[in-house]
């Protein structure tokens, strides 16, 4: 049952403002396979992209707001998913918001090689600064959350939240069972388990997923300064 990010963000926010929505990838950049795979994947998925960015209000709280949406080459992260990423955390820093961000990928884009890997770190970068400036960032860890992603900004919240019953984890299960010759358990990778081991604070269910990030976002809301 996973959402388009569109159904996510009227289940969430308030409101919305998309940035960076035209942000493309060059026709130059790519090879003629690659490229007819994203414009089918743009006509499918409504999206440009494998994620969407802007700022939002939660409950009356300002955020900046990101949703991966796995409709978009399953959420794979490429060099527009990382820029956009990037430039929301950048955003937030400047206008000192708290991030809240819902993973769903299927890891990194291979089909734009070493530059998709690159993704993680850049992200990765952009989140150390938002935190070294003593912001929140909420995470929302939905299925499937994997691969890069998760090898990255996607366990590098303040607060760690998932759905009920998501995989999460970094390489799949038959990957494991073909290269070490062994069989996970059934509920490996399962966010009751990564719950029960210390990896996600708290499993929050849809229907009131809104209200507990109003809770964290009042918890942790900027101190008003008074003025003279």
């Given at each position: 049952?996973?959402?388009?990010?569109?159904?996510?963000?009227?289940?969430?926010?308030?409101?919305?403002?998309?940035?960076?929505?035209?942000?493309?990838?060059?026709?130059?950049?790519?090879?003629?396979?690659?490229?007819?795979?994203?414009?089918?994947?743009?006509?499918?998925?409504?999206?440009?992209?494998?994620?969407?960015?802007?700022?939002?209000?939660?409950?009356?709280?300002?955020?900046?707001?990101?949703?991966?949406?796995?409709?978009f080459m399953m959420g794979s992260l490429g060099r527009v998913a990382g820029e956009k990423l990037s430039r929301l955390f950048a955003l937030a820093t400047d206008r000192r918001l708290p991030v809240v961000l819902y993973t769903a990928s299927g890891g990194a884009r291979m089909q734009e090689g070493l530059f998709s890997l690159m993704?993680?770190?850049?992200?990765?970068?952009?989140?150390?600064?938002?935190?070294?400036?003593?912001?929140?960032?909420?995470?929302?860890?939905?299925?499937?959350?994997?691969?890069?992603?998760?090898?990255?900004?996607?366990?590098?919240?303040?607060?760690?939240?998932?759905?009920?019953?998501?995989?999460?984890?970094?390489?799949?299960?038959?990957?494991?069972?073909?290269?070490?010759?062994?069989?996970?358990?059934?509920?490996?990778?399962?966010?009751?388990?990564?719950?029960?081991?210390?990896?996600?604070?708290?499993?929050?269910?849809?229907?009131?997923?809104?209200?507990?990030?109003?809770?964290?976002?009042?918890?942790?809301?900027?101190?008003?300064?008074?003025?003279?």
């Amino acid at each position: 049952m996973r959402l388009r990010a569109q159904e996510r963000l009227a289940m969430v926010a308030d409101d919305f403002e998309q940035r960076d929505g035209d942000l493309t990838l060059t026709p130059a950049v790519t090879d003629g396979a690659y490229q007819q795979k994203l414009n089918r994947a743009v006509a499918s998925a409504g999206l440009h992209e494998s994620v969407w960015t802007g700022l939002a209000h939660i409950g009356g709280y300002a955020v900046a707001l990101g949703v991966m949406d796995t409709h978009f080459m399953m959420g794979s992260l490429g060099r527009v998913a990382g820029e956009k990423l990037s430039r929301l955390f950048a955003l937030a820093t400047d206008r000192r918001l708290p991030v809240v961000l819902y993973t769903a990928s299927g890891g990194a884009r291979m089909q734009e090689g070493l530059f998709s890997l690159m993704q993680m770190a850049k992200v990765a970068q952009a989140v150390a600064d938002h935190a070294r400036a003593g912001l929140l960032y909420v995470v929302v860890l939905t299925d499937p959350t994997t691969g890069g992603v998760t090898a990255s900004f996607a366990m590098e919240a303040d607060i760690t939240l998932a759905e009920p019953h998501a995989l999460v984890g970094f390489t799949g299960r038959r990957v494991i069972e073909q290269t070490l010759h062994v069989d996970p358990p059934q509920d490996f990778q399962r966010a009751e388990t990564l719950l029960r081991n210390g990896f996600v604070d708290a499993i929050v269910a849809r229907s009131d997923q809104k209200t507990y990030l109003v809770d964290l976002l009042r918890i942790h809301r900027e101190p008003e300064v008074a003025h003279e």
